[in-house]
């Protein structure tokens, strides 16, 4: 089944306490992407990754590092979570990059830091 | 840096058309603009897209005028299933390389029997 998986689904952490968020995609797709979803806010991109080693930032970076080491995952990391990063956070891929492609989202991960 | 405007909410009855709009009103050429429902607690999923004019299928229409500033998601005959947020996506105008990608707020649709 064509999906994008996000782990953990849940986690509460303290402060300060590095954290990775999990994603992975098996579609081969080339483009992904992280978002954040707050009240009132909608969907804000922090990171995205056009393929292997290319990563750029989105609307709301501070705070998170991306890599891409390989073609279907794409970790998010908090080196040092501070509360205002609780948030619920999404992955997604397309097939490329640009408005035209259908991205497909993961689960999401709701992140509470204390 | 493009933004995308829509309202935070609505409200309708079963078997009525809703019609939820989009601002953006500084949409790149090259741009598409493209819909996505989420449910609570998932994801956001893919409904429709259009570049100009009327796109149609299964599920929704998709109506963008002719300077593109806007466009409507048009939804007949709701039922209950349809309360969700509905999001309206175009791309960062600033961006040439089509990476940043621009969501609206979302619209909350609530659907009453």
């Known amino acids: 089944e064509a999906q994008v998986t996000q782990n953990p689904r849940y986690l509460i952490t303290v402060t300060g306490k590095k954290l990775t968020v999990t994603c992975s995609q098996n579609m081969n797709h080339e483009y992904m992407s992280w978002y954040r979803q707050d009240p009132g806010l909608g969907l804000r991109q922090i990171y995205y990754?056009?393929?292997?080693?290319?990563?750029d930032k989105g609307d709301v970076p501070e705070g998170y590092k991306v890599s891409r080491k390989e073609k279907r995952n794409f970790p998010l990391i908090l080196e040092s979570p501070s509360p205002n990063q609780t948030s619920l956070y999404f992955c997604?891929?397309?097939?490329?990059?640009?408005?035209?492609?259908?991205?497909?989202f993961g689960p999401g991960t709701r992140l509470t830091v204390t | 840096l493009a933004k995308t405007t829509q309202p935070i909410s609505m409200d309708s009855y079963e078997g009525q058309e809703v019609n939820i709009t989009c601002s953006h009103n500084n949409i790149a050429t090259n741009d598409y603009i493209t819909w996505y429902q989420q449910f609570p607690s998932q994801g956001p999923r893919f409904i429709i897209q259009g570049y100009k004019t009327k796109v149609t299928n299964e599920v929704a229409s998709l109506f963008i005028p002719a300077d593109r500033k806007s466009s409507t998601l048009s939804l007949p005959r709701v039922s209950l299933s349809d309360t969700a947020v509905y999001y309206c996506l175009v791309g960062d105008r600033a961006d040439n390389q089509g990476g940043k990608l621009i969501f609206g707020q979302g619209t909350e649709l609530s659907v009453k029997p």
């Open positions: 990754s056009m393929n292997v080693e290319v990563t």
């Open positions: 997604a891929s397309s097939l490329g990059q640009g408005s035209r492609r259908e991205q497909y």
